[in-house]
């Protein structure tokens, strides 16, 4: 439901991105994400040449909370301009960002790397890290994997950034075409409502109160907007609420009581009931299958 989540979905899906993924991908042995801007998951998890190391490390909730803390500093960083971090264990990511004019949609982003040869003392800190952390895997197993880890010079690291880079413009200009595409095709009030509903989620949204801010009656714009969506005004609202609660609901340092009112819901009752029948799972339920993926 979210608007830039659309727009990266759609890039995503592009015959453009696609052939870049495969060819980045072959040529550097290195996995390669489009991300949203708000997304709360980690990039690489699941995809083509991920660092096996980083999939060990994604097996536990404190390790994979930390891994997604490092994350969320890396796209901090890079919401200008290409930005590189390296988390505790000594490997590196890099995200380059994606633009809609001047605001970030989302990041191309690449990394499980290291950028200096690992040692045996690096080695010992990730080890006590991965034991207060509770991952269980066999010291032998966990060496392998760190110190089979690709090592990237500083000279091949400069030129993946560009790569980034240069790609990330292309993709930066796609996505103006899509934006204008979906605004040519839908109705300017539509949309205006929509953005006026994104913008205004966390407070007391009522169809007369849409209505008078995108200049229309209520009778009208029950009738527009149903057409446009498919959903009556209630129910896409819901669903907004619904979906930033998806996101947040992946961050393990809020409370489900501090997303059911950061996202507009008067109630947590009401949040439960609401979200588990859009969803077929409860807040908590969907929450515990966090798999970091």
């Known amino acids: 439901m979210n608007d830039k989540s659309t727009t990266i979905d759609k890039l995503a899906k592009s015959k453009l991105y696609q052939d870049y993924e495969r060819a980045f991908t072959e040529m550097t042995q290195m996995p390669v994400t489009l991300r949203a801007v708000e997304s709360w998951q980690l990039p690489h998890h699941g995809r083509r040449h991920e660092n096996p190391f980083c999939a060990l490390m994604a097996q536990r909730s404190r390790s994979c909370s930390a891994c997604l803390q490092t994350q969320q500093r890396l796209t901090d960083g890079a919401r200008s301009e290409a930005h590189s971090i390296t988390c505790r264990h000594g490997l590196s990511d890099t995200a380059v960002p994606v633009k809609m004019g001047e605001r970030p949609v989302g990041f191309l982003q690449t990394g499980q790397i290291f950028r200096r040869k690992p040692s045996m003392a690096q080695f010992e800190r990730t080890v006590k890290l991965a034991e207060e952390w509770g991952v269980q895997v066999d010291r032998e197993r966990l060496k392998e994997t760190y110190f089979n880890t690709r090592v990237v010079s500083a000279k091949q690291h400069e030129s993946v950034v560009n790569l980034l880079s240069i790609f990330a413009q292309h993709l930066s200009l796609l996505s103006n075409q899509i ?115």
Do not use: W
């Open 179 to 293: 934006v204008i595409q979906e605004e040519n095709s839908e109705m300017p009030v539509v949309s205006r409502a929509k953005e006026f509903i994104r913008q205004n989620q966390a407070e007391d949204l009522s169809l007369s109160k849409v209505a008078k801010a995108v200049n229309t009656s209520k009778f009208y714009f029950c009738k527009l907007f149903k057409k446009a969506t498919g959903l009556n005004f209630t129910n896409y609202v819901s669903r907004v609420r619904v979906e930033k609660a998806k996101n947040l609901l992946l961050n393990p340092n809020l409370r489900i009581s501090e997303i059911a009112y950061e996202v507009g819901f008067e109630s947590l009752t009401h949040f439960n009931r609401v979200f588990k029948k859009i969803t077929g799972e409860s807040p908590t339920e969907y929450r515990g299958q966090l798999k970091c993926s």
